[in-house]
């Protein structure tokens, strides 16, 4: 599967294989292996947790489902998860705007441009009904290019792990 053929396929099912808002960490981690650790969200609270699989990072709650997805597309290769063995692929990036909505349209996502809050130098689409955002850098490029696509969900219902529950291994230790 190529990047454009995952990035469409996330657009329209706002799932990047198992990786999914509101989907278990815990969950995902049996299929695809430990996530990688990235750090707090902040300095004072062990939660919400950033984690990545390659370069689709996900915020993660005390919780353990997963809050948003945010594939990062700026770098010279874009590192995505297979669906099945977890093994992070690697593919070219630097996806125009172009190749985006037409693969977009080819899966059959419809998405409409966002046309408020955009600072200068970027654009945005959104895909419909999923929500996922694509946003594009239009400074120092003759077309403009995909720097991210993610989604995230509003609210959820927070039921923390119990004080006493084992320890579920992915390393996230409580703020000093």
């Keep these: ?17 198992p990786l999914r808002c509101h989907a278990s960490l815990t969950d995902v981690a049996a299929k695809l292996g430990p996530p ?45 998860p297979h669906p099945r063995s977890g093994a992070i692929n690697s593919h070219p990036a630097h996806l125009t705007h172009r190749q985006t909505t037409s693969a977009l349209e080819a899966a059959g996502c419809r998405w409409q441009p966002v046309t408020l809050g955009q600072p200068s130098g970027q654009t945005a689409l959104r895909t419909e009904p999923t929500g996922v955002t694509f946003t594009f850098r239009t400074e120092g490029t003759p077309e403009p290019l995909l720097e991210s696509a993610g989604i995230w969900t509003g609210t959820h219902r927070c039921v923390p792990p119990a004080p006493d529950a084992p320890d579920d291994g992915f390393g996230v230790t409580e703020p000093h």
């Design 36 to 80: 990688w650790g990235i750090g707090r969200v902040s300095k004072r609270r062990r939660w919400p947790h950033l984690f990545s699989y390659g370069d689709a990072d996900l915020c993660v709650c005390r919780c353990r489902l997963i809050t948003s997805i945010c594939v990062q597309t700026w770098r010279d290769t874009i590192g995505l």
């Design 1 to 17: 599967m190529t990047a454009l053929a995952a990035l469409a396929t996330f657009g329209s099912t706002g799932a990047v294989g």
